[in-house]
């Protein structure tokens, strides 16, 4: 006779956060649907410096810290970039513009591997979070 597993709560969901663009700020969602590999549409796309071509990363390198403070949300499949009330499409050459004068330095956007692209189960699970009046972006 087979054991039954038990499982075991250990937390609670109480925010879902998407990033489309790594590094930078993201967007809430009210639900999202879970697949191998993580939420649909969480870092496609990457931000990179045109001068060497390394690629963004906030947590090593001092130049790349003010990102975050750019959000970016989905609109679609594509990313879009927003400031002060806009939302720039992320593949135009506006939005590196605005990247490269916000960081100060030439910068490129560029999309990642299809997402589940690499995936060979696509199975999905729904999750949702609670409403909340937080704004406050986790790290």
């Known amino acids: 006779m087979a054991r039954r597993r038990i499982m075991t709560a250990f937390g609670r969901i109480k925010e879902i956060w998407r990033y489309p663009i790594s590094s930078m700020g ?3 969602l009210d639900g999202t649907e879970l697949a ?5 549409g969480d870092r496609i796309w990457g931000i990179i410096d045109r ?4 690629v963004a990363a906030p947590e090593k390198r001092k130049h790349w810290r003010p990102l ?3 959000v970016a949300r ?3 499949d594509r990313p879009e970039i927003g400031l002060d009330g806009s939302w720039i499409d992320a593949g135009s050459s506006l939005a590196g513009e605005l990247v490269s004068a916000f960081l100060d330095f030439p910068a490129a956007l560029h999309p990642h591997v299809r997402f589940g692209s690499e995936a060979r189960d696509l199975s999905r699970h729904a999750i949702s979070a ?5 704004s406050r972006q986790p790290r």
């Open 26 to 28: 993201g967007e809430r």
């Open 36 to 40: 191998q590999g993580g939420i649909p």
């Open 51 to 54: 001068r060497d071509g390394t």
């Open 68 to 70: 975050p403070n750019l």
């Open 74 to 76: 989905l609109k679609g």
């Open 130 to 134: 609670p409403t909340s009046t937080s």
